[in-house]
């Protein structure tokens, strides 16, 4: 099936040493959230989609321009005094794919960030929140080398549990080819759109991106803005989608 599911890139960018992140719909959509949030605020481009017969057939519309279910987007490399650079390149999508095209999906994501010479992968989720007053973000790491970035920003690693989904695949895959995949979690309600959990995760990527300033007050002060957007979203693909698919979650 992976031949039938194709990275289409509309110009070649240059993504070396780039963190590719992950945001497929989960709880509380804080992905799709979190990632809106990242594409606007540091206007990221649409550089390229992927493509398959098996994806919902719908086109999302963004300030009035129509794109595919799931577009890749990507910013320029950001250098401080220091040398260091970082980079930020973002496959998005408000929709989950079908459950048996999950694997494929994540091999051909996998085998592009290699291509790509991608520094890692960073995949966002939602997971039941235990205390909804002071939510956590939590972290799964498929390296060693990712095991220490966690530990470095104080960033608690997930023990025992399940996660679903194309983060799942990514996760455990990570660790057979010994690629440096990450998981961050953050606690969520999953009966709406959590937009302050995207914040939690939003601020794990900024203290792992030290080059790149994200803001989260703008996340914060227009989060009912972005929870009805999301909703919207969904809505109205509902008449033509196919039947509902649970979005991924953690259990544990």
């Not at 990507?74 to 970082?86: L, R, T, Y």
């Not at 966002?124 to 530990?151: C, F, N, R």
């Not at 194309?166 to 996760?171: H, N, P, Q, S, W």
Request: negative net charge.
């Amino acid at each position: 099936m992976e031949e039938e599911i194709r990275i289409i890139e509309y110009k070649q960018v240059d993504l070396s040493n780039a963190i590719l992140i992950e945001a497929f719909p989960t709880v509380g959509l804080v992905s799709s959230i979190a990632g809106h949030f990242l594409i606007d605020q540091l206007k990221l481009e649409e550089i390229g989609t992927i493509s398959s017969k098996y994806f919902m057939p719908a086109a999302v519309i963004h300030k009035g321009v129509p794109s595919p279910p799931v577009r890749i987007y990507a910013g320029k490399k950001v250098c401080g005094p220091s040398g260091s650079c970082d980079q930020i390149v973002i496959i998005i999508s408000e929709f989950m794919p079908s459950v048996d095209i999950i694997k494929p999906l994540a091999d051909v994501i996998l085998t592009w960030a290699k291509k790509k010479n991608c520094k890692y992968i960073v995949t966002l989720e939602g997971t039941h929140g235990i205390d909804p007053k002071k939510p956590k973000t939590h972290g799964v790491a498929s390296t060693q080398k990712m095991k220490d970035i966690l530990k470095h920003h104080d960033i608690g690693e997930t023990q025992e549990g399940m996660i679903t989904g194309v983060t799942g695949v990514l996760l455990y895959e990570g660790v057979h080819l010994k690629y440096n995949v990450i998981c961050l979690l953050a606690e969520a309600h999953a009966s709406y759109p959590d937009s302050r959990a995207a914040a939690l995760l939003v601020e794990a990527l900024d203290k792992m991106l030290p080059e790149i300033e994200i803001n989260t007050k703008p996340l914060y002060k227009e989060a009912d803005d972005i929870e009805q957007k999301i909703r919207a979203f969904i809505k109205q693909a509902q008449p033509t989608a196919p039947s509902p698919i649970q979005p991924p979650h953690m259990y544990g």
